[in-house]
C-alpha cells in the first residue's frame, strides 16, 4: 500500500474510532432530569414553524447537515461573524443559500427561559431536523443527546468538506467517507432531498450541459433558470412531492429526473443504482436506512464533557 493510501486509511479509521467514542458519550435521556420538557418544547416549535413556511423543515434538515460536515456536529455553523472572528455562514455553500437561523434563535429563547444554560445549540439543531423530518411525513428516529457548542468555526473546511451539486458519484463517495459515512449511508441520507428546493445556480450545469437527465423536465427548468442570470430561481429538488418526506426522490432518479447533477449521478449506471432502485418501491427500507444514517451523521466529532460550552446565545460565544 502507498504512503498515501495508508494515511487515507489511517485517518478514516481514527475518524471513526473518535466518532464512536463520541457517540457513546451521548444520551437520548440526556436531559430528563436537568431539563425535562426540552424535546416538547422544541417540538411545538418547529411544528410552528413549519406551518408558517413548509420549507423550512428542509432548510433545518440542511442546515444541521452543514453543521456536521465541518468540525463535527458542533453548531459551528451557527455563529455569526464578528469584527475578530469569521464564521461558516459566508462559505460558498452557505451564503445566500442556508436559511433558519431566526427558527434556531427562536428555539433557544424559549429553552432558556425552561433551563438556563443547560442545552446546547447543538443539540437543538439536531432535535429540530428530526421534528422537521417528523412534521412533513417522514420516520422519527431518538436523538442522542448530549453535544456542547464550539467557540470556534472554519469557513475553510466548510468550502471544501460540504459535497457540491457538480460532484460526480466517485467524489460524493468520497466525502462522505471523508466524514466516516459509507456510500450506502451517502445515498440514504440524500433522500433528504425529497423535501426543499434549490438555486438555479446550483442546477444550471446539470440542466445545460448534462444528457442524463429528462428532456421535458431540462426544458421546464430551463424557462425558468436561464443560460446566464436568474441564480437565486428556486426549483423544488424533488419535483413530485417536495412538501412531503417520502421515496418519491429516488423515483425521480429512475426517470432522469434528479435537480442536481448530484442527485442524478445517483442512478447513472453506477455501484448506487441498485439502492436507489430498491428505495423506489420499498419506503420502509428507505425511512429505516435514513434514521439509521442520520444518528451516526449527527455524532460526528461531536464535543462533549467539559469541551466546548453551551452557548446562551446561538450566534456567538459566551
Given at each position: 500500500?502507498?504512503p498515501?493510501s495508508?494515511?487515507f ?9 473518535l ?11 440526556f ?10 418544547t422544541?417540538q411545538t416549535?418547529?411544528?410552528a414553524a ?18 456536521c ?17 469569521t464564521?461558516?455562514k459566508t ?5 445566500n443559500?442556508?436559511?433558519g ?8 429563547s ?11 445549540c ?9 421534528d ?11 436523538v442522542?443527546l448530549?453535544?456542547?457548542d464550539?467557540?470556534t468555526?472554519?469557513i475553510s473546511?466548510?468550502?471544501?468538506n460540504?459535497?457540491?451539486?457538480t ?5 460524493l ?5 471523508n466524514?466516516?459515512?459509507?456510500a ?25 450541459n ?14 425558468i ?11 423544488p ?25 448530484s442527485?442524478?449521478?445517483?442512478f ?14 420499498n ?5 429505516a436506512?435514513?434514521?439509521s ?14 469541551s ?11
Amino acid at each position: 500500500m502507498a504512503p498515501s493510501s495508508f494515511s487515507f486509511c489511517y485517518s478514516a479509521v481514527v475518524l471513526l474510532c473518535l466518532c464512536t467514542v463520541a457517540s457513546a458519550q451521548l444520551s437520548p435521556t440526556f436531559y430528563n432530569t436537568s431539563c425535562p420538557n426540552v424535546l416538547s418544547t422544541i417540538q411545538t416549535g418547529i411544528q410552528a414553524a413549519l406551518q408558517a413556511d413548509s420549507r423550512m423543515g428542509a432548510s433545518l434538515l440542511r442546515m444541521h447537515f452543514h453543521d456536521c460536515f465541518v468540525q463535527g456536529c458542533d453548531g459551528s455553523v451557527l455563529l455569526d461573524d464578528t469584527a475578530n472572528f469569521t464564521g461558516e455562514k459566508t462559505a460558498f455553500p452557505n451564503n445566500n443559500s442556508l436559511r433558519g437561523f431566526e427558527v434556531i434563535d427562536a428555539l433557544k429563547s424559549s429553552v432558556e427561559a425552561l433551563c438556563p444554560g443547560v442545552v446546547s445549540c447543538a443539540d437543538i439543531l439536531a432535535v429540530a431536523a428530526r421534528d422537521s423530518v417528523v412534521t412533513l411525513g417522514g420516520p422519527t428516529w431518538t436523538v442522542p443527546l448530549g453535544r456542547r457548542d464550539s467557540t470556534t468555526a472554519n469557513i475553510s473546511l466548510a468550502n471544501t468538506n460540504l459535497p457540491a451539486p457538480t460532484l460526480n458519484l466517485s467524489g460524493l463517495i468520497t466525502s462522505f467517507a471523508n466524514q466516516g459515512l459509507t456510500a450506502a449511508e451517502m445515498v440514504a441520507l440524500s433522500g433528504g432531498h425529497t423535501i426543499g428546493l434549490a438555486r438555479c445556480v446550483s442546477y444550471r450545469d446539470h440542466i445545460y450541459n448534462d444528457s442524463n437527465i429528462n428532456a421535458n423536465y431540462s426544458a421546464s427548468l430551463r424557462a425558468i433558470c436561464p443560460f446566464s442570470s436568474g441564480d437565486d430561481v428556486l426549483a423544488p429538488l424533488d419535483v413530485a412531492t417536495n412538501a412531503t418526506f417520502d421515496n418519491r426522490y429516488y423515483t425521480n432518479l429512475l426517470s432522469n429526473q434528479g435537480l442536481l447533477h448530484s442527485d442524478q449521478e445517483l442512478f447513472n449506471g453506477g455501484s448506487t443504482d441498485a439502492q436507489v432502485t430498491s428505495y423506489t418501491t420499498n419506503s420502509t427500507a428507505f425511512f429505516a436506512d435514513f434514521t439509521s444514517a442520520m444518528i451516526k451523521m449527527s455524532s460526528i466529532g461531536v464535543l462533549t464533557g467539559t469541551s466546548g460550552q453551551i452557548r446562551t446565545n446561538c450566534r456567538r460565544v459566551n
